[in-house]
């Protein structure tokens, strides 16, 4: 049997068991359960303040704000890149001058039709008693005709069509010759020409600069290469054979290569170029192979 003190030691645990857990609901539980509903009624609470998803927005705003500025900037770019490749080159002859400029090309290159150098022979100053335009037609043909005669094969100097493309290969050292100049305004004035000078390894932009100088001519010249005639793009320096080789298989095409080196002509002719070796023995500065192989003196 339990004594009476028994059941009312029972009875005081009973209830203070249940003080106790009264006390922590009202003061634990309640509170903590509570929070996250008084945080969305706008309690200053931080941690939910964190959570909002409109505390979030600026910085979303913010990001499109920025793609949005990059989106400008890209088509501002591309806007000026396209008006650029609209403009024709300064080379191009001043009645197609609005056209636009990738139309005027071919085979990467602007047609010779539509450049100034189709008109400069007309302009050019006639000898003394007979027509320009028939005098440096004759000599051209001469000049063709010696340099087919080089691979000494068919010396047929109309096999090439006026615009034709040429590449020139010329020694730094033979920049001064007038009968080089000759030679290449000739052929500037009735093919697409680009010129290869070969120069030493780590020549300066000033001994550059100084041999296109000579090679151009003065200005007293009937002869001289100006810009409107030979542009400075169509000038290309290289060192080797091989940089020679590179430039010109950059060429969608090329009727004609004129070089010294053989290998130039041996790597060359395996991709289907025709190129023609011009004897390239030791001369005197200012003198040129090619220009008194070319061109009568």
Not at 42 to 51: D, F, H, L, Y
Not at 129 to 153: C, H, I, P, V, Y
Not at 192 to 205: A, D, E, F, R, Y
Request: proline content about 4%.
């Amino acid at each position: 049997m339990v004594s009476q003190e028994g059941y009312l030691a029972v009875i005081a645990t009973f209830f203070a068991f249940g003080a106790i857990s009264i006390a922590l609901y009202l003061f634990v539980l309640r509170p903590v359960n509570e929070a996250p509903a008084q945080g969305e009624r706008g309690n200053n609470n931080p941690v939910i303040q964190q959570r909002r998803p409109a505390q979030q927005q600026p910085a979303v705003n913010n990001n499109a704000t920025a793609n949005n500025r990059s989106s400008d900037s890209s088509s501002a770019n591309i806007d000026k890149i396209l008006a650029k490749c609209a403009k024709s080159p300064s080379h191009v002859a001043e009645s197609y001058q609005k056209k636009n400029g990738a139309s005027l090309l071919s085979d990467g290159l602007v047609a010779f039709r539509y450049t100034k150098a189709a008109s400069a022979e007309q302009a050019s100053k006639p000898p003394s008693g007979e027509d320009a335009t028939a005098q440096n037609r004759k000599e051209r043909a001469r000049a063709l005709s010696k340099m087919l005669a080089l691979e000494g094969g068919s010396a047929d100097a109309g096999s090439f069509s006026r615009g034709s493309t040429f590449v020139v290969s010329v020694p730094l050292e033979e920049a001064g010759c007038p009968k080089l100049r000759r030679v290449l305004w000739l052929f500037s004035t009735y093919y697409n020409l680009l010129v290869i000078l070969v120069v030493p390894s780590g020549v300066t932009p000033e001994a550059l600069e100084n041999a296109k100088s000579k090679l151009r001519g003065g200005d007293s010249d009937a002869d001289r290469l100006d810009t409107s005639v030979l542009p400075n793009h169509r000038f290309i320096a290289a060192s080797t054979a091989t940089g020679r080789i590179a430039v010109v298989r950059q060429l969608s095409r090329a009727e004609i290569v004129l070089d010294f080196d053989n290998e130039v002509k041996s790597q060359l002719s395996r991709f289907g170029y025709r190129v023609i070796n011009y004897a390239n023995r030791n001369v005197e500065k200012g003198s040129s192979q090619l220009g008194s192989q070319l061109v009568s003196s």
